[in-house]
């Protein structure tokens, strides 16, 4: 496997989250009223139902990431500056832009720790989430 | 509902996860090699089943945070300083500290936001995890 050099930006595509598994993902991990059901999430905040602050992440993580760079990783060290700065709603399509900031050679134990920027946009290309996830992977 | 005050600390008791929950959390979210299979586990870094980083957190958030408090949650904001400091095994008892390190009012719109820092222990008493969850609350 190639890991990627400090710098690198990758695009990830485009996803979007249905109300069924918004629903899903909330019952089994972040189970608040205004993620669950449509007439409490009306009368919330954001006026429709929402998607738990971590599923659009979740989702690129588990179904692209991983399948891509999964089988390299040591072990997970640190998640920076999770903002979640605007809502993400029902079918909703959401682009994932990876940004390598920073990349640590450890030669003597044949590892690296990667930085990987994740940052999720809205059609309109304004920042909808952002999160660093630092991870140990093993040189290939 | 009380919201805490800054400075507060709170002992949100010891749980564990079982090999299976392991498996299932990482299954459903992280299904990285080391989190699902035994024989892989014991061949890499931390020398058995080790459970996926966000899963100890998820568990004391669901069953203990949420029900206490998630009915005056208006949004989630940041996750900052996700530490994964050492390994969670299978069936080991973790202790959750809440420290509330800061509390900003709005009373202009009845709310305010709370820093929660979630602390993450081990039996004897180091530390295993630690995340800052910041979320805008509405006020009671």
């Given at each position: 496997m190639q890991l990627p050099k400090a710098g690198t930006e990758l695009d990830l595509g485009v996803r979007s989250l249905s109300r069924d598994a918004i629903r899903d993902f909330a019952r089994a991990y972040d189970p608040l009223e205004f993620h669950l059901d449509e007439s409490t999430a009306k009368r919330h905040m954001f006026k429709d139902l929402v998607a738990s602050g971590p599923h659009i992440f979740n989702l690129f993580y588990k179904e692209v990431w991983v399948p891509r760079?999964?089988?390299?990783?040591?072990?997970g060290l640190a998640l920076d500056?999770?903002?979640?700065l605007r809502p993400v709603y029902p079918d909703q399509p959401i682009r994932c832009r990876l940004v390598i900031s920073e990349v640590i050679e450890h030669p003597e134990k044949k590892s690296r720790s990667i930085r990987w920027n994740f940052n999720f946009e809205q059609a309109d290309g304004s920042l909808v989430q952002h999160l660093e996830m630092l991870v140990l992977h093993r040189d290939s």
């Open positions: 760079f999964g089988a390299s990783v040591l072990c500056n999770w903002k979640f």
